[in-house]
């Protein structure tokens, strides 16, 4: 039996026009007897793949948390708000 892709949620990619990432659950990815995992892949213009990572569930926990130091991380590193040099809430100044 081929594998089999679940589509879980297709959402926007943050700071492009036209970008998007799917989530997809695939059961029996490499064959009969695999086991399932998540697929987030992202594309350009929501039809070609630019790139995707396959995660079996086993992992998924430590990937949350990895997930969420990134955050935490990103966090802690202080940078202006965007537009802050223009005094604009969108850009162009006021």
Known sequence: MPSKHIEVKTFKLAHSTSDTVRIEHIEKPYGEYSSPVISIAT???????????????????????????????????????????LSGSVGGGE
């Open 43 to 85: 594309y350009s213009n929501g039809i070609e793949k630019t790139s995707e990572v396959e995660i079996p569930y086993e992992n998924i926990e430590e990937f949350f948390k990895s997930l969420n130091e990134s955050v935490a991380l990103c966090d802690s590193i202080p940078r202006s708000k965007i537009h802050d040099e």
